[in-house]
């Protein structure tokens, strides 16, 4: 028995090591393909707390009790349960099975089948063509990756042996063993065992791969090749807790791997998911730009760090986000970590996203002008915080689709020149930038600035030039203004009176005291200034003073 | 009011502000006038500012104001003037104006006694005469003058406003303003639309035409019935002539919250984008974000690795 067992092991390590080579060469031909599992189509319930009473059935309907192959094998070591007498039987079947096994592996086969008896030799053949992770030989060496996928793969279960070699009790395996009979006399696969023909013995696939620790059993360890038990044993160690834990934890790896049946599915996997990350991140942050835009909220602080004080409206966003939202707190921990580079918050990707989402806007308006066909301009200048001039573009148009009017606001331009020709070269420019057709122009409204309407250099003379059916409308709103501003300087009286109005409101508002003298006496409307531009907001005040004469005085 | 304040300046001014000023009858009377003059104009300013405006809804209300002025200018002095009466009781005041002492001037031998006439004018007489007329009459002539334009406008598409118009034309009024809208819409060899085709469009659509349709039901009305394509153009047209440039200035009031004291040095760039965002972000719920994702993916072939896991 010793002497078998020094020969054995050492022909194992040859083995290994040939079979390590044989998976590197193997995996550089890209024949992992030819490793798929042949999978057994049985329902995979493993209900552990079945008790006894168990019939083996054989796959392809051959029955057999528990009981015969006990009979028939007496008992015996089972150390030496290796091949012997019975093989010769199994060797034609073996052989038969032994399919597209290439002759490089057979020779190493050959090789390595050193002192096992003859009867061996063919078995080894049989398993040649997969010096791999199936072969549960194998698995005490396997690191943890392989681990991984192997579990992720299953066993592998070559169902064409029916019979392994008997022992020298005349008892063998059976493949009936791979199912159990419960009670009511349903079969049910026992996905997790593993017989290996070279070692003449099985295992459980999942305690072996997964154990923690040291568990006992050989089912677990080196292997159970006591023909005679095996039934009993089974039995006991699928019932077990630790069998039980292990299988939980096998299937769900199982589960989350479900779809993913090749390595490469498990990476083109992982970068989908950094992808989805990715897209949804940016999704975010096109949303915090979108907010901030509409609501006209400044972006940027004096800092652009986060987490730090004063670094502004944006990363303020994000980081509130940041404690709902797990997208956006995976990015900022990312971001804290140092994990990357490309933050997507700086001020150059806000300007990116905020040009984009405008442009986005301008083409729909535009698409929309264009089905229209006919539009107007409306150009309004004045002059901004930093002291530029910018004149507005808004474009009118009748909406096909709605059919009603719409006004859009096609951009602030630059002017530099506020003449007319100035004007009306940059909105000439403008709508060639646009892809707008000046021919189609039908109505133009400007302000009543004389740059503007003017009959000889005015914006609009220019453009009735090229495009005679412009039609030039005036404001109706500043016409309304300056025909206000007409009545109130028709008299000497009228302009006195709006002189008084602006002094009563400058006598109490030139101290906050005297205004408070006033909230004290009035309620309601309180005194408002006068605009020299806009007129009619003079009803306001005139209308303060109007119902509230007797409590100011 | 205010003689509990300590400047000297401060009191005397608003003594002399409440005694001569406020206390006065005829401040009353002008502040009862143009309040009423201020409220009815910036009711139409308002209405004329909405986002929708119409040509035709302008000229009606620009058309109304004037009629109000020239009613008002017959009615609306006596009526200031007993409501100023109502304010002056119940502040103390006397209603009524003060009269200016007659200034005796020895009288020539050769001047007659017709000359009595200005002195024999009563005092509110006077005002209204100096100040109540000329305003309103003021606020007529420059309405009138100012929307001259409405005028030109009503000519050339006055007989598409309104159903009711549409329907009052009998065939050669209605083909002559048709031939006029032509003639405007012509230009070179270019022209939108024929005026016989519009003509016989028109007619027909006349009759279907429900009573007191506006230019827009009536485009409406007309897209569901595809084959006016000249009466469809004509509409088209005449709602796109603007009316007022306010949506010019609402995006200013845009530009100043963007472009502010703090906010100065925004590259014009962004200043646009900003805007644009704020001022259409109807437009924008509507675009799919993937669309955007992908046009920023796609400016820069890092972010393709990024996202497309290459």
């Not at chain 1, 806009?534 to 009803?539: A, G, I, M, Q, Y």
Request: aromatic share 8%; net charge negative; glycine share 6%.
């Amino acid at each position: 028995m010793s002497t078998r067992n020094r020969k054995y092991d050492s022909g194992a390590e040859k083995r290994k090591k040939k079979q390590r080579l044989e998976t590197a060469i193997q995996s550089q031909k890209g024949a992992l393909e030819r490793f798929i599992v042949r999978e057994t189509a049985h329902a995979n319930v493993i209900e552990a707390d079945t008790p006894a009473a168990q019939v083996l059935q054989g796959d392809n309907a051959l029955e057999f009790d528990i009981e015969a192959p006990a009979a028939e094998i007496p008992e015996g070591g089972h150390d030496d349960g290796t091949a012997n007498g019975g093989d010769d039987g199994d060797q034609d079947h073996d052989n038969g099975t032994a399919n597209g096994g290439d002759d490089g592996d057979q020779e190493h086969d050959n090789g390595t089948a050193n002192g096992g008896d003859d009867g061996n030799i063919s078995n080894h053949i049989n398993n040649s063509f997969q010096p791999d992770i199936f072969d549960p030989r194998t698995w005490n060496a396997l690191d943890s990756k392989m681990i991984y996928i192997l579990l992720q793969k299953g066993p592998k279960r070559d169902l064409s042996i029916k019979y392994g070699p008997r022992d020298r009790f005349g008892r063998r395996f059976s493949a009936s063993s791979y199912n159990r009979i419960l009670p009511n006399r349903e079969t049910c696969d026992r996905e997790w065992l593993v017989y290996s023909k070279d070692l003449d013995k099985v295992f459980c696939f999942c305690c072996k791969l997964i154990k923690k620790g040291l568990v006992r059993g050989q089912l677990a360890n080196e292997g159970f090749n006591d023909w005679t038990h095996l039934g009993h044993r089974l039995k006991e160690h699928e019932t077990s807790r630790e069998h039980v834990t292990n299988m939980t934890a096998w299937y769900d790896l199982r589960l989350m791997f479900q779809n993913d049946q090749t390595i490469d599915n498990v990476a083109q996997r992982e970068l989908q998911k950094e992808r989805e990350h990715w897209r949804k991140v940016l999704q975010r942050i096109i949303l915090i730009v979108k907010y901030l835009a509409e609501h006209n909220i400044a972006f940027r602080g004096s800092n652009s760090r986060l987490y730090q004080d004063h670094n502004g409206n944006f990363l303020g966003l994000v980081q509130m986000l940041a404690e709902f939202d797990p997208v956006i707190k995976e990015h900022v921990d990312r971001i804290t970590n140092d994990k990357i580079r490309d933050h997507y918050l700086g001020p150059s990707i806000q300007n990116e996203l905020i040009n984009l989402l405008a442009t986005a806007i301008r083409s729909a308006i535009i698409a929309k002008v264009k089905e229209a066909k006919y539009f107007s301009v409306l150009l309004d200048c004045t002059p901004d915080a930093s002291h530029q001039e910018q004149m507005s573009l808004i474009i009118r148009y009748v909406d096909t689709t709605s059919g009603s009017v719409q006004e859009s606001f096609l951009g602030f331009l630059e002017v530099s020149d506020t003449t007319g020709q100035g004007l009306f070269d940059v909105l000439l420019e403008e709508l060639k930038d646009l892809d707008l057709d000046v021919d189609n122009v039908r109505g133009q409204g400007y302000d009543n600035g004389s740059n503007m309407k003017g009959k000889h250099q005015g914006v609009q003379n220019k453009l009735l030039d090229i495009n005679p059916r412009a039609f030039y409308s005036a404001c109706g709103c500043h016409s309304l203004n300056l025909t206000l501003c007409d009545m109130a300087k028709s008299c000497r009286k009228a302009t006195e009176f709006f002189g008084v109005i602006q002094r009563i409101y400058t006598t109490f508002a030139n101290s906050t005291k005297r205004w408070q003298i006033l909230k004290d006496n009035i309620s309601g409307l309180t005194l408002k200034s006068l605009s020299s531009t806009r007129w009619e907001s003079r009803v306001d005040s005139v209308k303060a003073i109007r119902f509230q004469i007797p409590e100011i005085i | 009011v205010a003689e509990s304040d300590n400047d000297p300046l401060a009191s005397s001014e608003a003594k002399s502000l409440a005694e001569n000023e406020l206390g006065g009858f005829e401040f009353l009377v002008s502040i009862i006038i143009w309040y009423e003059i201020l409220s009815k104009i910036n009711l139409v300013s308002k209405q004329l500012q909405s986002k929708d405006m119409l040509i035709d809804i302008a000229i009606e209300s620009v058309q109304g104001l004037i009629s109000f002025f020239k009613k008002y200018r017959e009615t609306g002095y006596s009526k200031a003037l007993e409501a100023a009466k109502e304010i002056a009781l119940e502040m103390d005041i006397h209603p009524e104006f003060r009269k200016r002492r007659n200034i005796k001037r020895k009288r020539q031998f050769d001047e007659g006694a017709d000359d009595d006439s200005s002195e024999s004018r009563s005092a509110d007489e006077l005002f209204r005469i100096d100040y109540f007329i000329p305003i309103v009459d003021q606020a007529i002539s420059s309405l009138t003058r100012r929307f001259e334009q409405y005028q030109g406008y009503e000519r050339k598409f006055g007989f598409l406003f309104t159903s009711d118009r549409l329907r009052s034309l009998d065939d050669t009024s209605l083909m002559a303003a048709c031939v006029n809208l032509e003639n405007a819409l012509k230009s070179g060899e270019q022209k939108d639309i024929d005026a016989n085709e519009l003509f016989e469009e028109l007619n027909f659509i006349r009759n279907l035409l429900k009573e007191s349709m506006g230019p827009l039901d009536i485009l409406k009305f007309l897209k569901e019935r595809p084959f006016y394509p000249n009466a469809i153009i004509a509409y088209r047209i005449l709602l796109t002539i603007p009316v007022t440039v306010a949506s010019a200035e609402r995006s200013f009031s845009k530009l100043k919250l963007l472009k502010s004291y703090l906010r100065s040095t925004m590259t014009q760039e962004r200043l646009n984008g900003l805007a644009t965002i704020a001022l259409e972000i109807d437009v924008l719920e509507k675009i799919n974000y993937e669309d955007i994702i992908e046009a920023f993916i796609s400016t820069n072939t890092r972010r393709m690795m990024l996202f497309h896991g290459m």
